[in-house]
C-alpha cells in the first residue's frame, strides 16, 4: 500500500454506488486535481503514461472508477495490481450501511445500476460481492454513512490537499456601482461615503493605485475605521468558510466608477486578510480603465 504522505502518480476513487463518489471527485477538482469520471479501468494505464509525459500540466490525477463501466468494471482488479508493479497507486473505496445507501437512492429516485429487475437491496448485495476483493485491497477506506457531503469533502480536504495549500481563495474586487453589481459577489461593500477623488482635479486622472490616491482615501475620516473592522468581521466569515470546505469566495468592494475609493480600499484590506492563516488573496479592479 501507499504511504500516506507519499504523492500518487494516481489516485483512484472507487466504492459503492451511492457513497459519495461525485462528491469526492468534486472536492478534488477543488484542490486543483484533474479528475477523470467514470474511467474504464482498461484506461488506467494510459492515463498514468499521460501524467508521466505532462509533467505539470497535470501534476495530480485522479480516476473515478465504479461500477457504471459495467462488465468492463471486473477488470478493475488486475489492473490495479499490475500498475501497482510499477506505479504509485492509491486506491480510495467509498463505503457506507446498506440502509444509508438505500435511503440515498430513494431520496434521488434513481435506481442502482445493478439493480435490473430487482430491488435497491438487491443491486447493493451485488454490488458488494463485486467490490468485496478490491475493498479489501484498497489503501483508504472510508465510510461515509454519517457524513454529509460538505463533511465528506472536508475529510478529503484534510487527506489530500497539499501542505501548503490555502484552505479559501479569497478574491478581493473592486468595481463601479454604475457599472452593475458584480453577478459572482459573496458579499459587498459600498465605499461611496468617502470622499470621491473624482472631484481633485490633481487626482482625477489618476487610480487607487497612485499613492496620492491611495492617501486621499484611506486618510479620510472613517477609513481606516473601516477597513480594520471589516477585516476583523471578514476573519470568522473566512474562517467559516474554510470549515464548511467552501474554497472559493469574491468579495466586492465598490464606489461610483471602480476607479479611486474601491480600488485604493481593496489594495490596503488585501494586506490585512493575507495575515490570515490558511488564506490566499487575489486581487481583481474589474472597472479600473473604463473611464
Known amino acids: 500500500m501507499t504511504a500516506e504522505n507519499e504523492r500518487p502518480a494516481l489516485l483512484i476513487i472507487t466504492g459503492m454506488s451511492g457513497a459519495g463518489r461525485s462528491t469526492v471527485g468534486n472536492a478534488l477538482e477543488d484542490l486543483g486535481w484533474y479528475v477523470v469520471d467514470n474511467l474504464p479501468p482498461q484506461m488506467l494505464r494510459p492515463l498514468v503514461d499521460l501524467g508521466e509525459h505532462a509533467g505539470d500540466a497535470f501534476p495530480r490525477i485522479a480516476a473515478v472508477v465504479d461500477v457504471r463501466g459495467g462488465k468492463v468494471y471486473a477488470d478493475v482488479q488486475e489492473a490495479i495490481k499490475t500498475l501497482r508493479d510499477d506505479a504509485t497507486i492509491r486506491v480510495v473505496f467509498l463505503d457506507a450501511t446498506d440502509a444509508t445507501l438505500v435511503r440515498r437512492f430513494e431520496q434521488v429516485r434513481r ?149 479611486h475609493r474601491s480600488v485604493a480600499v481593496v489594495e490596503s484590506l488585501a494586506t490585512l486578510l493575507r495575515q490570515l492563516p490558511g488564506v490566499a488573496i487575489n486581487i481583481k479592479h474589474r472597472d479600473l480603465g473604463r473611464e
Open 111 to 259: 435506481p442502482h445500476p445493478l439493480q435490473e429487475d430487482g430491488t435497491i437491496l438487491d443491486g447493493i448485495a451485488a454490488e458488494r460481492r463485486l467490490t468485496a476483493e478490491l475493498r479489501e485491497s484498497s489503501d483508504i477506506v472510508i465510510d461515509t454513512s454519517e457524513l454529509n457531503i460538505h463533511q465528506l469533502a472536508t475529510v478529503i480536504a484534510q487527506r489530500f490537499a497539499e501542505v501548503d495549500a490555502p484552505g479559501v481563495q479569497v478574491t478581493l474586487m473592486s468595481f463601479g456601482f454604475k457599472y452593475g453589481l458584480p453577478a459572482d459577489a459573496d458579499m459587498v461593500a459600498d465605499m461611496r461615503f468617502l470622499p470621491n477623488p473624482f472631484w481633485i482635479p490633481a487626482l482625477k486622472s489618476k487610480t487607487g493605485l497612485d499613492p496620492a490616491v491611495a492617501e486621499y482615501v484611506l486618510t479620510a475620516e472613517g477609513a481606516r475605521e473601516f477597513i480594520d473592522n471589516y477585516a476583523l468581521a471578514l476573519a470568522p466569515a473566512i474562517a467559516g468558510y474554510q470549515r464548511e470546505n467552501k474554497r472559493h469566495a469574491t468579495i466586492a468592494i465598490g464606489c461610483t466608477g471602480g476607479k
